[in-house]
């Protein structure tokens, strides 16, 4: 199973999908357990890996079919960052893994703990040492709320996003088509979000209309340049997002 996780999807695992097809949580020999938990995201492995590190991931907000208790099917794979994952559906409710310390179920809530791991106990198994898979928080939610519409009207304002090397801006042009006011603005995109409105992030110009990178004038940066960047979201719609304090940083 670890070696999937560097290439695409095999048939077999496509094929499984598609069909639906449902699996023994514990079929004798190995079985499927809870990692850890950030928000309403479950991480699992399985208890016969070599490693510890959790290679299948649960939304609650996806778990649309009910599901025996002891079965799972596979939903999606997802690349978060430079990992894979398998998005399963399982029949296992939230209250039946049960964290040692306090981790919230509300999607909008972005007190995540991410500095102490937590401890994950399922039903009638030992304590399972959890694995800690984000390292940046906000943007993995600023990611999931840009795919799922529902939750944008639930968005909090003023989240500070770091995009990261796992999600750098890639240059595309300089924008002078506000010529009324006489703005300039260089566009970006997020490479780690799907093509839409919500991929795309407009740096303004310093006061003589150049562009500034780690403090410095960045001249004529060219289509496909990269660098990573810290903005903060004041609000999304459904059309576009609305960026503030947008600084920029050379990889």
């Not at 566009?187 to 919500?198: G, L, N, Q």
């Not at 310093?206 to 780690?214: N, Q, T, Y």
């Not at 940066?221 to 609305?242: C, H, M, S, W, Y």
Request: proline residues 6%; hydrophobic residues 30%; aromatic residues 10%.
């Amino acid at each position: 199973m670890e070696a999937w996780k560097e290439r695409k999807p095999s048939s077999l695992i496509r094929k499984q999908i598609q069909s639906n097809q449902s699996f023994p949580i514990d079929d004798g020999n190995c079985h499927l357990e809870p990692a850890s938990r950030i928000s309403s995201v479950t991480y699992f492995r399985f208890s016969c890996q070599r490693d510890s590190e959790p290679m299948l991931i649960q939304f609650q907000s996806h778990q649309k079919k009910k599901l025996d208790s002891d079965k799972f099917r596979l939903r999606a794979v997802h690349r978060i960052g430079k990992k894979q994952y398998l998005e399963i559906e399982t029949g296992i409710g939230m209250a039946e893994t049960k964290p040692v310390s306090k981790v919230s179920t509300d999607d909008t809530d972005l007190d995540y703990p991410i500095k102490k791991p937590t401890t994950v106990v399922p039903e009638g198994r030992s304590v399972v040492k959890t694995y800690k898979p984000i390292q940046n928080p906000n943007l993995f939610y600023f990611k999931s709320i840009t795919e799922n519409p529902r939750r944008r009207k639930e968005v909090p304002g003023n989240i500070e996003v770091f995009f990261d090397s796992s999600c750098p801006l890639e240059f595309i042009e300089k924008d002078e088509s506000f010529y009324w006011d006489q703005t300039v603005s260089f566009v970006f995109r997020i490479t780690c979000i799907r093509d839409s409105a919500y991929s795309l992030i407009r740096v303004p110009s310093s006061s003589s209309g150049e562009l500034v990178a780690s403090n410095t004038i960045w001249k004529n940066p060219k289509p496909g340049d990269r660098v990573l960047g810290n903005a903060v979201l004041k609000k999304i719609t459904e059309t576009q997002t609305f960026w503030e304090k947008i600084v920029i940083y050379y990889e």
